[in-house]
């Protein structure tokens, strides 16, 4: 999905998905750093004369498979003569700056998880509301900040009482009748708004490290949303939420089932489903 085209003095920016802030004057002011101050869920391509830049959001979420992840890439006379890539994917990769202590309390990681939502839920969205660790987190931080959303849940495959507390909490709708296959599939014949807020991708980013299968979720589902004019947001896929994932003190947390998620919801008192991962249907 298209969002924004700019055309000035030979310059050419394209903003594919959702990037709020205003991409040709920080383009202007920034150049190359441009990744520094854009947020969201985008690509950004900027065409100048023979020279071309593309410019990523951390999750690639709009260019699966194709370019890495919160990188800049430019490409002039048709080779790559700039390209850099600001994070590595994994935790197994993960290595602290010299001197870095990790954090022993949520606090910074509650901040970026609410900021991400803030974010990205505007403009009246849907949250796809499950009873998993993604989804809750997301709802709960919306919930918290008193930001305007609506909530679609599927019946099926969910945790009957921990999905009707939820739901019941943020005046959703529990959708009856889905019995296989994928919940978006199903559930997008019912959305109403423009936007849809999910926790789609999370497990890969935190848990499996499973790239390929990441850029196949985001790829599949932002098709299916696009081809019905909705945007497809992941605010869990932000890289200030990533960074403060991983910089905490593992004596803490069990990252293998993403128990800082739970202690968010927890803090809230937001219901939790403890049991089995249960996934939005995909």
Same mark, same amino acid.
């Given at each position: 999905?298209?969002?924004? &085209?700019? *055309?000035? $003095? @030979? +310059? *050419?920016?394209?903003?594919?998905?959702?990037?709020?802030?205003?991409?040709?004057?920080?383009?202007?002011?920034?150049?190359?750093?441009?990744?520094?101050?854009?947020?969201?869920?985008? +690509?950004?391509?900027?065409?100048?004369?023979?020279?071309?830049?593309?410019?990523?959001?951390?999750? /690639?979420?709009?260019?699966?498979?194709?370019?890495?992840?919160?990188?800049?890439?430019?490409?002039?006379?048709?080779?790559?003569?700039?390209?850099?890539?600001?994070?590595?994917?994994?935790?197994?990769?993960?290595?602290?700056?010299?001197?870095?202590?990790?954090?022993?309390?949520? =606090?910074?990681?509650?901040?970026?998880? $609410? #900021?991400?939502?803030?974010?990205?839920?505007? =403009?009246?969205?849907?949250?796809?509301?499950?009873?998993?660790?993604?989804? /809750?987190?997301?709802?709960?931080?919306?919930?918290?900040? #008193?930001?305007?959303?609506?909530? +679609?849940?599927?019946?099926?495959?969910?945790?009957?009482?921990?999905?009707?507390?939820?739901?019941?909490?943020?005046?959703?709708?529990?959708?009856? @009748?889905?019995?296989? /296959?994928? @919940?978006? $599939?199903?559930?997008?014949?019912?959305?109403?708004? #423009?936007?849809?807020?999910?926790?789609?991708?999370?497990?890969?980013?935190?848990?499996? /490290?499973? =790239?390929?299968? &990441?850029?196949?979720?985001?790829? $599949?589902?932002?098709? &299916?949303?696009?081809?019905? @004019?909705?945007?497809?947001?992941?605010? !869990?896929?932000?890289?200030?939420?990533?960074?403060?994932?991983?910089? &905490?003190?593992?004596?803490?947390? *069990?990252?293998?089932?993403?128990?800082?998620?739970?202690?968010?919801?927890?803090? !809230?008192?937001?219901?939790?489903?403890?049991?089995?991962?249960?996934?939005?249907?995909?």
């Amino acid at each position: 999905m298209i969002s924004k &085209l700019y *055309n000035e $003095d @030979g +310059l *050419n920016i394209v903003v594919k998905g959702f990037c709020p802030v205003d991409v040709l004057e920080i383009w202007k002011s920034e150049k190359l750093n441009s990744y520094r101050y854009l947020k969201g869920d985008y +690509l950004v391509k900027v065409s100048e004369h023979n020279k071309t830049v593309y410019i990523t959001d951390f999750a /690639g979420s709009q260019s699966p498979g194709q370019l890495p992840r919160n990188s800049t890439i430019v490409i002039q006379d048709n080779e790559i003569v700039y390209c850099k890539q600001n994070w590595t994917t994994t935790r197994k990769y993960y290595i602290p700056p010299q001197g870095f202590e990790r954090k022993t309390n949520f =606090d910074d990681f509650f901040h970026a998880i $609410d #900021n991400a939502v803030a974010l990205r839920c505007t =403009d009246n969205p849907t949250i796809t509301l499950s009873c998993g660790h993604d989804s /809750g987190v997301i709802a709960a931080s919306a919930l918290k900040q #008193n930001l305007k959303f609506n909530a +679609l849940s599927l019946r099926s495959i969910e945790n009957e009482d921990v999905l009707e507390r939820r739901s019941e909490l943020v005046n959703g709708t529990i959708l009856d @009748g889905f019995t296989q /296959g994928s @919940g978006h $599939d199903f559930i997008v014949n019912f959305i109403s708004d #423009n936007v849809v807020v999910s926790g789609l991708g999370a497990d890969e980013l935190y848990v499996t /490290g499973d =790239d390929e299968l &990441l850029a196949e979720f985001y790829a $599949d589902t932002i098709d &299916l949303y696009a081809s019905r @004019g909705i945007e497809h947001r992941f605010p !869990l896929s932000d890289y200030s939420v990533w960074e403060e994932y991983f910089s &905490l003190d593992e004596r803490i947390i *069990n990252k293998a089932n993403k128990s800082p998620f739970i202690k968010y919801m927890e803090t !809230l008192d937001f219901p939790v489903h403890y049991g089995e991962k249960v996934s939005f249907g995909i």
